[in-house]
């Protein structure tokens, strides 16, 4: 298989590059790629996202409005429990899980196959290692372009927005990372299978809600493949070879597909050659990237600290007064700040709980714990921080924000997402261009490999456990890695979020349905841990 697949992509290498990289009408492959793909993510985006009143989009209220009502329900969670949160990661609970009390059948010692992740040696996946692969899966780049694409649509007013969804989000990925734990399903070989395809289905069938459980756990499965094939990929593969063909000052109107190709080859040996090594490899090199961009990050900011007070006063002003062009206003800022941080820690979409899933506890609420962590990591700290990068660059009016589609003139010539962060990283750190460009290639091939798992979990759900369904969805998983390479940024992310967002409708019906269900487990954990057992 891999002599094939090998086979292939270098048939396809020469005719590329070699090719004239325009037709007859002068329209290079990229575009034709893009021409061909953008009526489809025009319609997909239309859909999922049907305004219902300012404008508003219906999933995002949804999102919102259910993130704050779990908030209210659970007491304010992401406070209330978050020094207790941080002690569940450190081990300071584990003789719980270790004692002979709760629910065995959560005791159940599996492993994940076919997925990347931190392991220990007895092949199980503590609080912390559950923790710190599932952030090292949303921190990449919607942490890098996705903030960059905030502030150029919405101008710094939107950092507040996505602040704000980070906090909010907490409360909603707590809920459905409890569900992920306590309705997955163990395979006969001792494989764990979990998410919302699986708490819909065992869940409303709980509730004598049999047939809503098995359509929405369909729906979410659908919709979680074309996240996999959309956010988790094309946008992932697409921000690659923005910032590779900005690096290499490529102009060729195949150049995207060429890269394309690249990454799909390489994102192939792993999910189909099964070369574990180069996978781990990969596993180790992408915490140190994070941590290498973070204390860059916090490097400009220090040298810069005088402007920090005016940028956050910026921030806040903006959010309630936002002076971005054709933003829309209050409700236009605060839609741009929402929609990039739910893109970006992934809270209310559920596909998290699938990874989360794997974790070896008895108590399922022990995970929703941890799992909280996540956006505020993500969101209020990693990418506040790039906010504060790109705003303080541009105090000395280096684009002007409320760009069209994202895309904002630098020195006369056109940036978009992480091509926007990297040019701010270049006016304070040397060769940060070479850096940024390696973080956000091995980001993306780190996410892909993430949502590869992802989305092969739901197609499973759908099509079996069976080898050729497997071959079947990694290699459509592969075709767009190219498609997303070679389409433009606006056509690829509208299609991006459209499937994201998408498994936010089947997910919220799980989470309204059993969300009495997270009380009570919340409530035996806590419990168990005052009474020391």
């Known amino acids: 298989m891999k002599f094939k697949i090998s086979s292939i992509f270098f048939t396809l290498l020469p005719n590329l590059f070699f090719a004239n990289t325009e037709n007859t009408s002068g329209i290079g492959l990229d575009q034709r790629i893009d021409q061909a793909f953008q009526p489809f993510s025009d319609l997909v985006s239309n859909i999922v996202f049907f305004e219902v009143f300012s404008g508003a989009p219906f999933v995002i209220i949804l999102l919102v409005l259910s993130a704050l009502f779990f908030t209210i329900y659970f007491g304010f969670p992401n406070i209330k429990y978050f020094v207790k949160a941080i002690g569940v990661v450190r081990g300071k609970y584990d003789h719980i899980d270790q004692s002979v009390s709760g629910n065995e059948e959560l005791s159940i010692d599996g ?10 040696k007895e092949g199980e996946v503590t609080h912390f290692q559950a923790l710190a692969t599932a952030v090292s899966g949303t921190v990449g780049n919607g942490n890098i372009a996705g ?20 906090l909010l989000g907490m409360s909603t990925k707590f809920v459905e990372c409890t569900l992920g734990v306590q309705y997955r399903d163990i395979g006969k070989d001792g494989t764990v299978y979990g998410g919302p395809m699986y708490y819909l289905s ?6 004598g809600f049999n047939v809503l459980g098995k359509i929405t756990a369909a729906l979410f499965a659908v919709f979680c493949i074309g996240g996999s094939f959309g956010g988790g990929n094309a946008a992932q593969s697409n921000q690659a070879t ?90 236009g800022v605060l839609l741009v700040g929402f929609k990039r941080a739910a893109f970006s820690n992934e809270a209310g979409a559920g596909s998290a709980s699938i990874a989360h899933s794997a974790v070896k506890t008895k108590y399922s609420a022990s995970e929703g714990l ?18 504060l990068v790109i705003i303080i660059f541009n105090f000395g009016g280096a684009f002007e924000y409320g760009g069209t589609n994202g895309t904002v003139l630098i020195d006369g010539i056109p940036y978009e ?3 926007i962060t990297s040019m701010a990283f270049a006016k304070y750190i040397p060769y940060s261009d070479v850096f940024l460009t390696v973080a956000v290639v091995l980001f993306a091939v780190s996410t892909m490999i993430s949502w590869s798992y992802y989305g092969l979990q739901s197609w499973k759900y759908l099509f079996g456990r069976g080898k050729a369904a497997d071959l079947t969805y990694k290699l459509l998983f592969l075709l767009f890695v190219i498609i997303g390479a070679a389409a433009s940024m606006n056509s690829i992310w509208a299609f991006s979020d459209a499937m994201i967002f998408a498994m936010v409708f089947p997910n919220m019906v799980g989470l309204y349905f059993l969300f009495p269900i997270v009380k009570k487990q919340l409530n035996r954990y806590l419990k168990a841990i005052k009474d020391g057992i």
């Open 111 to 120: 492993d994940i196959v076919d997925t990347i992740s931190d392991e220990s």
């Open 147 to 166: 903030v960059a694409l905030a502030i150029a649509l919405g101008g710094p007013g939107a950092t507040f927005w996505m602040i704000v969804c980070g």
């Open 202 to 207: 065992k869940g409303l069938k709980e509730k």
């Open 242 to 331: 923005i910032v590779i063909k900005d690096l290499m000052g490529l102009q060729s109107n195949s150049a995207g597909a060429f890269i394309g190709i690249i990454l799909a080859f390489l994102v192939g040996i792993i999910i189909i050659g099964g070369i574990k090594r180069i996978a781990s490899v990969t596993e180790k090199i992408v915490p140190f990237m994070a941590v290498l961009y973070l204390l860059s990050c916090i490097y400009i900011i220090l040298i810069n600290i005088t402007l920090v007070d005016d940028a956050v006063s910026l921030i806040i002003s903006q959010a309630f007064n936002p002076k971005a062009i054709g933003v829309g206003g209050i409700i």
């Open 370 to 387: 941890v799992a909280l962590l996540e956006p505020f990591i993500d969101t209020v700290v990693i990418c506040t921080m790039t906010a």
């Open 417 to 419: 997402g992480a091509g």
